[in-house]
């Protein structure tokens, strides 16, 4: 008997369902609904997937597919590994987790992540406060929030992922295009559009 891998929660209404490469080696993604909410899922026969580079970036890629999904599906992104072993205890879940699936669905609703690094080039003198305050500027005057997801190299000058609203999407890229080429010395790393994760604060077990 197979599990089912969950990928995240959309609201319940037309159902899901297309042929892709999922988890596990799944090619197919469906919804298991409860009322107001639905779980997008793929069965697999594990209940503890090992998460390879292969599985996590299938893993992102069906959330992404979601996100495009008919006229556009806003999803609460699962992190890697979460499998149930019965619809039952899964739909006891969107049961008993309505309230706070409500809450961050009303936070994320038609929005996406962007992730902006930038990274000093060798041997760059770079105003990294007045990079900040330029960034700041424009982007968080776009952007619906945002977060500091920490220097890592001390080549890296700013690491933030950027809560964006789909109708300001054009926006911001010009405000980032714009930031990179104002700024000599610094290397811009721009991606997305993600699935919330950063934004999403919701802890639930699977079974």
């Not at 997937?49 to 992104?77: F, K, S, W």
């Not at 609203?165 to 811009?188: I, M, P, Q, T």
């Amino acid at each position: 008997m197979s599990n089912r891998y969950v990928y995240g929660i959309v609201e319940t209404g037309e159902p899901v369902e297309f042929d892709t490469e999922a988890v596990g080696g799944a090619e197919t993604v469906y919804t298991i609904s409860h009322r107001r909410y639905s779980a997008v899922v793929s069965d697999i026969e594990e209940t503890e997937p090992e998460e390879t580079d292969e599985d996590a970036q299938r893993h992102d890629e069906v959330l992404r597919e979601i996100m495009t999904y008919g006229d556009g599906r806003t999803i609460i992104p699962m992190q890697f590994g979460m499998v149930f072993d019965n619809d039952r205890a899964l739909k006891n879940v969107l049961r008993g987790a309505q309230p706070a699936f409500r809450r961050t669905l009303r936070d994320i609703e038609g929005k996406v992540e962007l992730g902006l690094k930038v990274v000093r080039e060798e041997d760059a003198d770079v105003d990294e406060e007045a990079l900040e305050e330029a960034v700041d500027d424009r982007l968080e005057a776009i952007a619906e929030g945002s977060v500091d997801n920490g220097l890592f190299s001390d080549r890296l000058v700013l690491n933030r992922s950027y809560l964006v609203d789909r109708e300001d999407r054009e926006a911001f890229d010009e405000a980032v295009a714009d930031l990179e080429d104002s700024h000599d010395g610094l290397l811009f790393q721009y991606t997305g559009p993600f699935a919330p994760y950063s934004f999403v604060d919701i802890h639930i077990g699977a079974q």
